[in-house]
């Protein structure tokens, strides 16, 4: 059965004083997530920043080799790095300056222990009401995936593409499906899909099918992205979970949920150990519900 995994978000359960002090914050939150019985971790180095007296630093621009207490930490609470999540592109920027950032991030993630990295295209909304514009688009978010997608090779990781909300659904998989590349796939992120107008989530699931890698699940009520623990929001849970096990999904669950409403410290340990729990125990119903269906249609 799959593994429920958690985020690790730095600068969202202490403050560092120094960049020197990153890592060990980054230590206690793998500590943590342990304590609260993950499996597995993604990292995210890219898409948060590290809040600091005076100012914020980008995880990414760390030394690989100052993470080295990160993964020793992980292992020792038998935690698996899944993944790392990566920094945003920019069109206001030319490729290789997106490209150049990617690859510290590849860097990290191999030094973490991580095979898999998830990709973001680029950041800005773009109106594609136009041919030009949206072969603008293309041409940017291509050129850049390609060249991480040979960089990753190299360093034996894969490369997952995240569904943003911002995006149709059309030209994300368009974007992957154009670049045709082995080393890339789909991160399915359930919480951006349920915002999209055209989101049927059976429907995506097949078309995505064995490219499918990774799976973001939380929950909202469809107008803006809460981030809530599963099953929270108006997602049709069951239908997810019967066309994840439809195509034959083997690989993990993040579960990218924000246990505390005010997204501030200080925290409640026992209240938040006990709503991750009761999160990753409605995931394993809901997984052991579609295979259990799927049996008995087959038997009958």
């Given at each position: 059965m799959p593994v429920t995994i958690g985020n690790v978000q730095?600068?969202?359960?202490?403050?560092?004083?120094?960049t020197a002090d990153i890592p060990h914050v980054v230590v206690d939150a793998v500590e943590y997530l342990a304590q609260c019985g993950f499996r597995a971790i993604e990292y995210n180095v890219g898409g948060w920043r590290a809040w600091l007296r005076g100012g914020k630093v980008d995880l990414w621009a760390i030394a690989p080799d100052r993470w080295l207490p990160v993964a020793q930490a992980?292992?020792?609470?038998?935690?698996?790095a899944s993944s790392c999540h990566s920094v945003d592109s920019s069109r206001g920027r030319p490729p290789a300056e997106s490209v150049a950032e990617h690859l510290r991030v590849l860097d990290l993630a191999a030094a973490l222990g991580s095979r898999v990295v998830v990709m973001h295209l680029a950041a800005e909304p773009t109106d594609f009401t136009t041919r030009q514009r949206l072969d603008a688009a293309l041409q940017f978010d291509l050129a850049v995936l390609e060249a991480v997608a040979e960089a990753a090779v190299a360093r034996s990781l894969r490369l997952v593409v995240e569904n943003l909300p911002q995006y149709s659904l059309r030209y994300w998989t368009l974007v992957v499906e154009r670049l045709d590349h082995?080393?890339?796939g789909y991160v399915l992120d359930t919480g951006h899909l349920h915002l999209r107008p055209e989101a049927d989530f059976a429907k995506i699931i097949r078309q995505l099918g064995p490219r499918l890698w990774h799976v973001h699940l939380h929950g909202n009520h469809g107008l803006r992205d809460e981030h809530l623990p599963v099953p929270?929001?108006?997602i049709r849970w069951p239908e997810v979970f019967a066309a994840l096990h439809e195509v034959g999904y083997e690989g993990l669950y993040l579960q990218e949920s924000n246990v505390h409403p005010s997204g501030e410290p200080p925290y409640d340990p026992p209240t938040e150990r006990r709503l991750l729990e009761e999160s990753r125990r409605e995931i394993e119903r809901l997984t052991q519900q579609a295979a259990d269906r799927a049996a008995r249609r087959q038997a009958g």
């Open positions: 730095v600068g969202e359960r202490s403050y560092p004083r120094s992980a292992a020792s609470a038998g935690l698996t082995p080393a890339v929270g929001g108006t």
